[in-house]
């Protein structure tokens, strides 16, 4: 190797992995106009199902890719969730609104995971600066001032190869070598089981079986059932502690368990694996150049369908920041804003979960049904709210700072996000605006930041009065960085994305 080679990146980024995490943030950079690698083991995405829901907010990244109209054929809305007892009485009623949800999406969608991962992809082709080699199996990734030397073997050929890259970010799933190299333990969380996942192909109609998800809390053995796309239906089952994991995988098991549902006759199985649900997020998610994102960063028991969620956050909350270091000429501290936002974050929705599982296995029945609200005369309802995010970016009036911004539709139909990009986006009232100094003008319009002022989007005006605010700048991941009331809130707001820093601020928790 010359010496070219060892010290100039050949990439700005090698995502390690092509998970749907790392080929969002594939599709993230590309978008952005960030040389990029992407590396990945296998040759194809793997053909049979996995993760099974996203929320409003994953498809708000998808729009922000541009590939939410490709998305929307191979998917169906959840109605919600159900938590019966032994005797089918509802304990706890988690429903999905029909409605259209601030972040301009549905709440809650069902997928199949090989259809989403093609569709993301696929998107991937669309960006010349985009290199995705498969096959291609990383087993060494070794840091010094000038980069990150990324070392993997073409599985196709059984050469080993080396490439230089300024950051390296392992999306390689829940074994991780990148967060290996990083030396990152995990922290537990205590949760641990060994559930059996069991995905079925109806081979006729069974609308008895219901659209909801259910949790059957029933002590002897707790098991959920998923709606799943077109004839897909899915159970988890859990495995108890004096059984063999290779015997309630036979097929005569697997067809007894789901007796109390279906029958040979019913359907046929696509897949039957035992998996252990685990709680554990890494202890650190940046070591220099090292990044970890999805479940190489975090795992999570399933029971609120968040764990393909909270990787797609990773990924948004982490590109733009990478593209502002590496073209925007931003201090390469903005990075440790990463961590400081997603961990705490990710963590209040694995508390919940585990509490929710707590409910389902029957082991701590009082702490998951106090996630909810009592009602008088019917079930308890849970209504899951988005924590914030953990102390990092903020600035101006901080009272929205960390929470998800909405989204408006614009007078043309077009949501507002198409209409901003991946970038920082102003909502302000127009009076507010007409009133700043000439200064304050001048900054803003050269800064690169959209503008939507009240008037230009239904609902804006409405949201602006409510929050009590004149104006809200929206980060390029669509979090609110903070808010103005006053001019000097505004020049502070104008000051942090010029030069974006991490900000100690007060985050309360807003989970249910």
């Known amino acids: 190797m010359n010496v070219r080679s060892a010290h100039t990146p050949s990439f700005d980024v090698a995502v390690v992995g092509l998970g749907p995490v790392g080929s969002t943030l594939a599709n993230l950079l590309g978008l952005c106009g960030v040389n990029t690698l992407v590396l990945e083991r296998e040759a194809q995405a793997y053909h049979l199902p996995r993760a099974v829901h996203f929320d409003d907010e994953a498809m708000r990244v998808f729009q922000t890719i541009g590939l939410s109209d490709a998305v929307l054929p191979h998917v169906i809305l959840s109605p919600g969730m159900r938590f019966v007892d032994t005797d089918g009485r509802l304990m706890l009623d988690w429903p999905r609104p029909a409605e259209i949800t601030p972040m301009g999406w549905h709440l ?5 995971q ?9 998107g991937l082709r669309r960006w010349p600066h985009v290199v995705v080699r498969n096959r291609c199996d990383v087993f060494a990734v070794d840091q010094d001032e000038h980069g990150v030397h990324v070392r993997y073997e073409d599985l196709s050929t059984g050469r080993l190869a080396e490439t230089c890259v300024r950051y390296v970010v392992g999306c390689d799933g829940a074994r991780s070598l990148v967060r290996r190299f990083m ?9 641990h089981e060994r559930w059996l996942v069991v995905d079925a192909l109806l081979k006729c109609d069974r609308p008895d079986l219901g659209n909801h998800s259910i949790q059957f809390c029933n002590p002897k053995r707790p098991a959920t059932y998923v709606r799943g796309t ?16 290779q015997a309630v995988t036979q097929p005569e098991q697997i067809w007894q368990l789901l007796a109390p549902w279906i029958s040979p006759d019913d359907a046929e199985i696509e897949r039957a694996a035992v998996y252990t649900f685990h709680s554990t997020i890494a202890k650190h998610w940046r070591n220099g150049r090292l990044f970890i994102a999805g479940d190489s960063a975090h795992q999570t028991p399933p029971f609120l369908g968040q764990g393909m969620c909270a990787g797609i956050r990773d990924a948004a909350n ?11 000429g931003a201090e390469a501290g903005l990075l440790d804003s990463y961590e400081n936002e997603r961990s705490p974050h990710v963590r209040e929705f694995i508390e919940l979960a585990i509490r929710l599982g707590g409910l389902i296995n029957t082991k701590a029945m009082e702490a998951g049904l106090a996630t909810g609200q009592p009602r008088d005369n019917a079930a308890a309802k849970l209504d899951v709210q988005k924590p914030l995010l953990g102390p990092g970016l903020a600035a101006g009036h901080m009272a929205l700072a960390g929470r998800p911004a909405p ?3 614009l007078p043309d139909g077009r949501r507002s996000d198409d209409h901003v990009g ?4 102003l909502f302000a009232d127009s009076n507010f605006l007409a009133g700043l100094s000439q200064g304050a ?33 929206v980060r390029p991941d669509r979090y609110v960085l903070g808010a103005a009331r006053s001019e000097n809130d505004f020049a502070a707001l104008l000051a942090a994305v010029q030069s974006p820093a991490v900000t100690p601020m007060t985050a309360e928790s807003s989970l249910a």
Request: charged share 25%; hydrophobic share 40%.
């Open 183 to 191: 030396g990152s333990p995990m922290d537990d969380l205590g949760f």
């Open 230 to 245: 077109g004839n897909r239906r899915r159970w988890e089952i859990t495995v108890l502690p004096d059984e063999q994991t």
């Open 114 to 122: 090989p259809d989403l991962e093609n569709v993301l992809n696929d």
């Open 441 to 473: 003008r001048t900054t803003l319009i050269n800064a690169d930041i959209t503008v939507i002022r009240s008037g230009e989007a239904a609902g804006l005006d409405q949201w602006l009065l409510q929050q009590d605010v004149q104006a809200v700048m």
């Open 108 to 112: 809650s969608y069902r997928f199949h």
């Open 422 to 425: 991946y970038r920082y986006c």
């Open 318 to 328: 982490l590109a733009w920041k990478l593209h502002a270091v590496l073209r925007g």
């Open 407 to 409: 989204q408006f539709f």
